[in-house]
């Protein structure tokens, strides 16, 4: 395979930039679809890296460039495909993309999967959205209030005075949250309600 070269942008496919801390770089994005995809990426633990339209082949079916490539931390890789979920039930779609990914697939050893809407949910992507900025938080910073003991919060509203009330800066509770340090129920809204687990 060689390294994929970005066509011109066109207006019905806008390319645009994301900057990956897990990367630690900026990253093509093709979709807002494979955007709520690369937030899925950066707090998915198991992934150590990913590139986005990492490179192209010309298979029997056309040329081919997957989306995603993802590394993951026990040394595997996956290339992924976005696609919205109405697109990826045609015969047409199934025929060539079955084709294309198999080709990819003897070519490089990596499988190729398809991820729709479906499988992200909007809910714990617009949490990811929310505590994305806090993971630039250095660990020293997060570390603050970790020593809780018997007065750990059950509502992140509680974690948040409790924070202000040890004069902590109001972004340290959402750097808990976002580097795991304690844990919360990702597929509900986060808010100051939302229930803590130590």
């Not at 931390?73 to 199934?94: A, L, M, R």
């Not at 202000?164 to 919360?184: D, K, M, Q, T």
Request: aromatic share 12%.
């Amino acid at each position: 395979m060689q390294q994929r070269t970005l066509r011109r942008i066109r207006r019905d496919r806008p390319v645009d930039y994301f900057y990956s801390l897990k990367n630690n770089c900026h990253v093509w994005v093709e979709s807002t679809l494979e955007l709520d995809f690369l937030y899925w990426l950066e707090f998915d633990e198991r992934v150590s890296a990913y590139t986005t339209q990492p490179e192209s082949a010309d298979t029997p079916a056309g040329r081919y460039t997957p989306d995603v490539l993802v590394e993951l931390q026990n040394g595997s890789s996956i290339y992924f495909d976005p696609h919205p979920y109405k697109y990826v039930h045609s015969k047409t779609f199934i025929n060539k993309f079955t084709e294309k990914a198999r080709y990819i697939e003897r070519l490089t050893g990596r499988p190729v999967r398809i991820v729709t809407e479906k499988d992200l949910n909007p809910i714990t992507i617009g949490n990811f959205k929310t505590l994305y900025p806090y993971l630039r938080t250095e660990p020293s910073e997060v570390h603050k209030l970790l020593p809780l003991g018997n007065s750990f919060p059950t509502t992140f509203g509680d974690l948040r005075k409790q924070a202000e009330s040890i004069g902590i800066r109001p972004f340290v509770p959402f750097a808990l949250l976002a580097h795991s340090h304690i844990g919360f129920d990702n597929t509900v809204k986060l808010s100051d309600s939302t229930q803590l687990r130590n």
